[in-house]
């Protein structure tokens, strides 16, 4: 087999295109410092998510930050919720490269289990 025959079967074994690699937050946070972000393959045809939710109850305010991998009809949302005795606000917002998310400021949860599994827990820190 000849070089370039052979060059042309190493190809055929390549992946079309590597998976999208973002950041994602091991629970929801309080604070983008507290987002604890590790970098995490996507499956095929996801996109890098920052979400942010804002609760409010009376003068309460508590603001929750995720990263994750997305499906994209998850991408652009923006919505309100109610859970926990809070109504929250939240923002999605999505992008397309590697570690994308990492730095963006507006993140929200897309009421996925992560973030949800902060909910029991809300009544104990609202006191």
């Known amino acids: 087999m000849s070089h370039p025959q052979q060059f042309l079967l190493f190809l055929c074994y390549l992946p079309l295109a590597a998976p999208l690699c973002c950041y994602t937050c091991v629970f929801p946070a309080i604070s983008p410092i507290d ?25 309460l305010r508590l603001v929750l930050y995720e990263k994750s991998c997305a499906i994209p009809s998850q991408c652009g949302l923006s919505g309100e919720k109610h859970a926990a005795g809070l109504n929250f606000t939240y923002h999605n917002n999505c ?21 949800l599994c902060i909910l029991p827990v809300l009544p104990l820190i609202l006191g």
């Open 95 to 115: 992008c397309d490269t590697d570690l994308c998310n990492g730095a963006m400021a507006h993140a929200a949860p897309i009421w996925r289990g992560g973030a």
């Open 35 to 59: 987002c604890l972000k590790f970098p995490q393959e996507c499956p095929a045809g996801q996109r890098c998510l920052a979400s942010t939710a804002v609760g409010t109850r009376g003068s």
